[in-house]
């Protein structure tokens, strides 16, 4: 009789559990990136009341074990990481994985996993979560090259990063001389360059047209002819540059480095019609300041700057585990590794089997109402069931006190 009392006491006790579990599902359901939890429930050990009995050769059959269970107990409270849905923010420091993975977040003493990509500046840049953690990363050196395989290290953005200039060592000439034009006839195109102070100055080719099939150039700097550079092209019948398609041209610049150009004439022609010749590239740039930042679906944050030009500063780190699901959580959306996690594989979003990170957008809760709700009806039911167990129970050991009566 003492048996069923403990059973249904043992029924009382894990569907409460249960609720409570379903309850902080429901509590979450627009908390960014909640993940849900689900209960699942197991047998405890059975009294056997008389063993099993194999079968007799030409006798008796085999007889099966005589077991009364004792009730029944949490078998594990698990943590399940369906991706939720994409809510779009259009905030840029906003992140949402699309995909396996966590963001890598740090106090400067402790590591914390999470999915919630909801971040911002700080008053130095970094970009932290709600709390005040740290986003991280590996940032880019100078020159913008970003090396994922160092330490990680903060996500800053370097709000008053300076370009220094760079001055122009090389230039692409396109388009078309005319086949037709006489001897003596000139074609002449400028283009700005800069110096190594980043200031501009005015660059000028004339091509001289000297016989057939055959141009002679001349290149000028601010007008000053005392430097520079000339050569000759000589195109084949078919239009193309037979030679002469590289040149140099050197000026001496006041207060700056001299000029040394390598200019490039491949991709010119001659053709008949008008002539079209002109500088489509010069890879010089004066000074410029941090404009703005964007980020791409591998997580590389790209500075453009007031020059114009752009420069990868950073690259967000994502981790994956084999099993996520080990993860402890530790309340504002984060987690730590446990002993059955496993250890975190990090590296860049996009690889390696991690997600890919879609920037202006947070991924939602993925808490099914409807299942929760079916779930509490269902959990309501089994703790019903298991007081009307305890009820009967006792109504039974009463009428047995009642016997004596």
Same mark, same amino acid.
């Given at each position: ?14 569907? @409460? ?38 079968? @007799? ?69 970094? #970009? ?29 953005? =370097? ?5 220094? =200039? ?70 084949? =019948? ?21 000029? +040394? ?66 993860? #402890?959580?530790?309340?504002? +959306? #984060?987690?730590?590794?446990? +002993?059955?996690?496993? #250890? =975190? ?52 050991? @009463? ?7």
């Amino acid at each position: 009789m003492m048996r069923s009392l403990f059973s249904g006491v043992s029924g009382l006790k894990n569907h @409460q559990t249960r609720m409570d579990v379903i309850g902080n599902n429901i509590a979450n359901v627009n908390t960014v990136a909640f993940k849900a939890g689900r209960v699942t429930f197991e047998d405890i050990l059975s009294q056997t009341v008389e063993g099993a009995r194999s079968p @007799q050769t030409g006798g008796l059959g085999g007889v099966n074990p005589k077991q009364i269970g004792l009730g029944m107990s949490v078998a594990g409270v698990d943590t399940i990481f369906t991706p939720g849905s994409i809510e779009t923010t259009n905030n840029p420091t906003d992140f949402a994985i699309q995909g396996s993975g966590f963001f890598v977040v740090s106090d400067g003493e402790q590591v914390y996993y999470t999915r919630d990509g909801a971040f911002k500046e700080s008053a130095d840049g970094s #970009l932290v979560n709600s709390s005040g953690l740290r986003l991280q990363g590996w940032m880019a050196d100078a020159d913008g090259v970003i090396d994922t395989n160092q330490a990680l290290q903060n996500i800053v953005i =370097p709000v008053d990063d300076q370009m220094r =200039p760079k001055a122009t060592d090389s230039l692409d000439f396109e388009g078309n001389l005319d086949a037709n034009a006489a001897v003596g006839d000139t074609w002449t195109t400028s283009v700005q360059v800069f110096d190594s102070l980043g200031n501009t100055h005015n660059l000028t080719v004339v091509f001289d047209k000297t016989a057939e099939n055959t141009w002679d150039w001349d290149a000028t700097l601010d007008g000053d002819t005392t430097s520079g550079g000339s050569g000759t092209i000589v195109f084949s =019948p078919d239009g193309s540059i037979s030679s002469g398609g590289t040149g140099t041209a050197n000026f001496t610049v006041a207060g700056a480095n001299p000029l +040394n150009l390598n200019i490039d004439f491949s991709q010119l022609t001659q053709f008949g019609g008008n002539p079209t010749a002109y500088i489509g590239f010069q890879n010089g740039y004066e000074a410029g300041s941090l404009d703005m930042v964007s980020t791409d679906s591998s997580g590389v944050l790209t500075g453009i700057f007031t020059n114009g030009q752009s420069k990868a500063l950073g690259q967000i780190a994502l981790a994956n585990f084999s099993n996520p699901g080990g993860l #402890l959580k530790q309340g504002g +959306n #984060l987690y730590q590794i446990s +002993n059955n996690s496993g #250890l =975190p594989s990090i590296g860049p979003a996009d690889s390696g089997g991690r997600g890919s990170i879609a920037v202006g957008s947070l991924e939602m809760s993925n808490v099914d109402l409807a299942q929760e709700f079916t779930n509490m009806i269902i959990t309501q039911r089994g703790f019903q069931a298991n007081s009307r167990v305890i009820t009967v129970s006792d109504e039974m050991l @009463q009428d047995l006190i009642n016997i004596k009566r």
